[in-house]
């Protein structure tokens, strides 16, 4: 019988503890400030960050909402992230994604006070990461890393692989595999024997970006299985990069969609601000 990793449950956990650790830091006259910058109108963008807020809310940290209109210039939110990263009573800043077609996403992110940079998307963080030097962590990997851990899963000396490589998922999670000791292998579109790599993994992490695409044959038997993806159905429910139902009976524990790795994303963007805030400086490994 396999286990199923609750994300909803441990991202709980996490926000509860770090409601008291910003209890405790207020005691101290000290309070975590998040800046959040939306530009235009989005309804997905407008969930997401509505679900940051509310996060915000409940573990105590301080959400200042930048709600800019669609025709926003990209010289107007440079000038913005500049004044932003200017003010010392802003801990985090987090802009979010996608913006509008005619500003350079990368500009705006490259602009970004790295100390600030809650997302963990700057260079300057991403580097940090890969040679081992603290910073912030891209929230998705770094909540995975979480689940595995409270779920009592060892990653030392595990054959880890990884299905998808972006930028923010992808290798930044290969990244913290390794960190944790494991053996790591990435695979992504141009992998020649993809099932055959796959079927090594002692813990497998899939962030294909397509519906169900993982099925019961990429899997070794008693494999951990970590689905990243989201995806809407046509009868509009959720599901993953991975076929549950072929799958789940291969594994020894495999996350769910919803409920896995979802919830763990804005629960580590709040960890994120609540170390950067406590440190005013880049994040340390403390979960
Ligand atoms: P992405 O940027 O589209 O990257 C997908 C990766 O999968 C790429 O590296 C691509 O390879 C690889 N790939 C695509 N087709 C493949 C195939 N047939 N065989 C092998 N590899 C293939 O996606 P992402 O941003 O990493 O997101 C992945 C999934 O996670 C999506 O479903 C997304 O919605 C979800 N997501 C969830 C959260 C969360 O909070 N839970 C956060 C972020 C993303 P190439 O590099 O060669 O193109």
């Keep these: 019988m396999y286990q199923i990793i609750d994300g909803k449950k441990i991202s709980q956990q996490i926000k509860d503890e770090l409601k008291e650790k910003v209890a405790a830091l207020k005691a101290q006259g000290k309070t975590i400030t998040l800046a959040v910058i939306q530009v235009g109108s989005d309804p997905a963008s407008g969930v997401y960050v509505g679900?940051?807020?509310?996060?915000?809310a409940y573990i105590g940290i301080e959400s200042r909402a930048y709600e800019l209109p669609e025709e926003t210039t990209q010289e107007e939110l440079l000038q913005l992230v500049a004044q932003l990263n200017a003010d010392e009573t802003v801990g985090g800043i987090l802009v979010q994604l996608p913006l509008p077609g005619h500003i350079s996403e990368d500009k705006v992110l490259l602009a970004i006070d790295p100390k600030k940079d809650v997302d963990g998307f700057h260079p300057v963080n991403v580097g940090n990461l890969s040679i081992g030097r603290p910073g912030f962590v891209s929230c998705t990997p770094a909540g995975v890393i979480q689940l595995l851990k409270r779920s009592g899963i060892e990653i030392q000396g595990k054959e880890c692989v990884v299905l998808g490589r972006s930028n923010i998922v992808g290798k930044p999670m290969a990244m913290l595999l390794l960190r944790e000791n494991g053996?790591?292998?990435?695979?992504?579109?141009?992998?020649?024997?993809?099932?055959?790599i796959t079927k090594r993994a002692d813990i497998l992490v899939v962030a294909v970006g397509?519906?169900?695409?993982?099925?019961?044959?990429?899997?070794?038997?008693?494999?951990?299985?970590?689905?990243?993806?989201?995806?809407?159905?046509?009868?509009?429910?959720?599901?993953?990069?991975?076929?549950?139902?072929?799958?789940?009976?291969?594994?020894?524990?495999?996350t769910p969609v919803p409920g896995g790795v979802g919830p763990m994303?804005?629960?580590?963007?709040?960890?994120?601000?609540?170390?950067?805030?406590?440190?005013n400086a880049c994040n340390q490994r403390i979960l």
């Excluded at 679900?51 to 915000?56: I, R, S």
């Excluded at 790591?184 to 055959?196: A, I, M, P």
């Design 51 to 56: 679900n940051k807020k509310k996060a915000c």
């Design 183 to 196: 053996t790591v292998t990435v695979c992504h579109s141009r992998t020649k024997n993809l099932k055959e």
């Design 210 to 254: 397509k519906p169900k695409f993982v099925t019961g044959d990429y899997v070794k038997e008693g494999a951990v299985v970590i689905d990243v993806g989201i995806h809407r159905n046509a009868d509009n429910r959720l599901c993953g990069d991975v076929d549950f139902d072929s799958v789940a009976p291969h594994t020894s524990a495999i």
């Design 265 to 279: 994303t804005v629960a580590m963007l709040m960890y994120n601000c609540v170390e950067g805030g406590a440190k």
